[in-house]
């Protein structure tokens, strides 16, 4: 017995070096001799199959054994985001940094943009009313925190609207609700803590500051709205940025609806602010005008994208002629002219004039400093406009120089010329 299995392999062996030699001496890479079926037949001792019938019970067995081929996985956004090493974010607690990138902390030129008519209102009404210095440096110290705060507010609320369009879009695709950091809850909660503080702030000023800065939250949460209906979102995100223009006089003790001349002179500022928003913000959109496109975001960049220098022209004009009627109403002097008029047209032009529309970076550049060209230049000849009216105002004997200290550092009852 042992003989005849002995003998068997033997002739097993001898059958299967043969054919593995034949197929070799053919090249059969695909032939049914080098496949381990039709091995396992001679092994077996059956009768070779036709070449037909081999490869479709070949597929049959293939189909049957062979795993499915393994795919990479995804490359997630979440493992395409790095935390910060550097700047103010980087200090922070892990846990607190997707909170502060939400409020675009790390980013702070959207404060500067809101904050910016929240102090030409504080400057134009402190010439007005003769206010003392430091009520202004108050009052202004006090516009600075809201503008932090709400601008956080809008760009959460901003966040929650664009959930689902921020990933597609190469610049807000890491943002902290598009990479999942942050629910739309979480968010949501945030928001609403954010929206308390800027509360609590407003009740520092008087109460009728309430009144006026209540409705601009309506236009914070419908900007986003606005980018899926019309090609100027722009232009509400204008009327909510701007909205500040009406802040100062208020804060200050005036009331806009008691003073026509005063809210003349608020209205021309105000519209100048908007004109200025959508002029940087048109600068800005140029930095997604692409993934815009493709997104189904509209924005006034897509829609004047090759004249989008002679609109800039005019929006630039626009917001000086704006400027120097809010001057005009309030009988300012040529150093406000010179000063916020003459600086408003010089880095307005020089912008215009050097910004590269198809850099990104370059575009960036000039959103990002064009808040301290434009902004601080305009603050700068409304504060020099300020001493030169207390000035005149000592002169004039509306304050006696014994009170003069007291007029330009404490805070006391506004004097109106």
Known sequence: MILSHLSKASSNCRRLAGVQRFALSKNFHSSPASHPFFLNSILAGKPILPAA????RRAFHESQTSLPPQKSPPITE???????????????????IPYAELIRLDKPAGTYYLFFPCLFSTLLAASYTHTPLLAVVETSALFLTGALIMRGAGCTINDLWDRNLDPHVSRTKLRPIARRAVTPFQALTFTGFQLLAGLGLLVQFPTSCLYYGIPSLLLVATYPLAKRITHYPQFVLGLAFSWGAFMGFPALGVDLLSDPTALKAVAALYASCVSWTVLYDMIYAHMDIKDDAKAGIKSIALRHEKETKAVL?????AQTGFLAAAGLALGAGPVFFVGSCGSTAATL????WKVRLKEVSNCWWWFKYGAWLTGGGISAGLFAEYLARANQTRDEGKVPPSAWREFVWL?????KA
């Open 411 to 415: 805070k006391g009852r506004s004097i």
């Open 78 to 96: 979440l493992s395409l985001y790095q935390p910060p090493t550097t700047g103010l974010i980087s200090y922070l607690p892990r846990s607190w």
């Open 349 to 352: 032009g020089l912008m215009i």
């Open 53 to 56: 019938v081999f490869h479709q």
């Open 313 to 317: 022209s005019g929006l630039a004009v």
